[in-house]
């Protein structure tokens, strides 16, 4: 049960009941879907914040590069998924047959611009950098996660 009156926070435990409760924690993509509306749901709700454009980054100087320290908006999100249900969740949206669940691993961004919330499929160097950048902040470490790929 929500402690709040919004219809916001009634879905904050929906990931978690549905991992618990028969018949749908034999449904792993269900959870993913749950997850998928809550990572939107976060997202859109995210505080607003001013961001660096590439504009301002191109009139950096070279020397900088080194020691940029880099963070991201409260709206940016990696949502890992085991199966296609990213693919079963836009269906269900537009209200057509979903596609059978098929093991499909992968990481999707999830992020805010301009109020509207953006989506897509990462690559496994963009995850890497991601990953990195979330976690150390620092440009430099996110240039050697890369070069391990390329």
Same mark, same amino acid.
């Given at each position: 049960?929500?402690?709040?009156?919004?219809?916001?926070?009634?879905?904050?435990?929906?990931?978690?009941?549905?991992?618990?409760?028969?018949?749908?924690?034999?449904?792993?993509?269900? =959870?993913?879907?749950?997850?998928?509306e809550?990572?939107f749901?976060?997202?859109?709700?995210?505080?607003?914040?001013?961001?660096?454009?590439?504009?301002?980054?191109?009139?950096?100087?070279?020397?900088?590069?080194?020691?940029?320290?880099?963070?991201f908006?409260?709206?940016?999100?990696?949502?890992?998924?085991?199966?296609?249900?990213?693919?079963?969740?836009?269906?269900?949206?537009?209200?057509?047959?979903?596609?059978?669940?098929?093991?499909?691993?992968?990481?999707?961004?999830?992020?805010?611009?301009?109020?509207? $919330?953006?989506?897509?499929?990462?690559?496994?160097?963009?995850?890497? =950098?991601?990953?990195? =950048?979330?976690?150390?902040? $620092?440009?430099?470490?996110?240039?050697?996660?890369?070069?391990?790929?390329?």
């Amino acid at each position: 049960m929500s402690q709040h009156p919004g219809l916001r926070y009634f879905r904050q435990h929906m990931v978690q009941l549905v991992k618990q409760l028969e018949p749908f924690n034999a449904l792993v993509e269900v =959870a993913e879907i749950a997850a998928i509306e809550q990572a939107f749901a976060n997202s859109f709700d995210a505080a607003d914040c001013h961001y660096v454009t590439q504009q301002q980054l191109a009139q950096l100087a070279p020397e900088t590069w080194a020691t940029l320290s880099l963070t991201f908006h409260d709206s940016v999100q990696l949502l890992p998924q085991r199966y296609n249900s990213f693919q079963i969740w836009q269906a269900l949206d537009k209200a057509h047959i979903p596609p059978l669940k098929i093991p499909d691993k992968c990481t999707w961004l999830i992020w805010r611009h301009n109020l509207i $919330s953006h989506y897509r499929a990462l690559e496994n160097a963009e995850l890497s =950098a991601l990953i990195t =950048a979330k976690t150390t902040g $620092s440009f430099a470490s996110v240039c050697e996660v890369l070069l391990e790929h390329f």
